[in-house]
């Protein structure tokens, strides 16, 4: 599985930035595929994942309600590709943002945390 994120940069408070997250490689039927972050003086957190069985989502309370996950391509093996808009922007959101991928099942979908597959982080800056 092969990962490459794009579309960091330096945002405004309340402002937007999107992330896309370009997934190839996937020879299994389903897969999670989340968004991490890493803060300077703190640790990574998954901070939203949708499963590829149904487009099934979740996030974290920091971001639920001003981030958006969504999935573009068609399901199954190949490809796809993995957005996330992120809206009303804090300076707490700055951080180096990775997408992670791991094979799933219809019945765990995101639930599982622990990642095999990474891809080169990506800055996101968030001026105050």
């Known amino acids: 599985v092969q990962l490459q994120a794009s579309g960091g940069g330096l945002g405004q408070t309340g402002g937007s930035l999107r992330l896309s997250c370009a997934a190839s490689?996937?020879?299994?039927?389903?897969?999670?595929i989340a968004w991490f972050r890493h803060a300077p003086g703190k640790e990574r957190e998954r901070i939203s994942c949708?499963?590829?069985?149904?487009?099934?989502?979740?996030?974290?309370?920091d971001v639920k309600g001003r981030f958006t996950i969504s999935r573009a391509g068609a399901k199954g093996r190949g490809k796809t590709t993995v957005l996330l808009q992120m809206n009303n922007l804090r300076p707490e959101d700055t951080a180096v943002y990775y997408c992670?991928?791991?094979?799933?099942?219809?019945?765990?979908?995101?639930?599982?945390?622990?990642?095999?597959?990474w891809g080169l982080g990506t800055q996101v800056t968030v001026s105050s």
């Open positions: 992670a991928a791991r094979p799933t099942s219809s019945h765990y979908g995101c639930a599982p945390t622990q990642y095999e597959f």
């Open positions: 949708i499963s590829t069985t149904d487009d099934s989502s979740l996030y974290a309370d």
């Open positions: 490689g996937l020879t299994l039927d389903y897969y999670a």
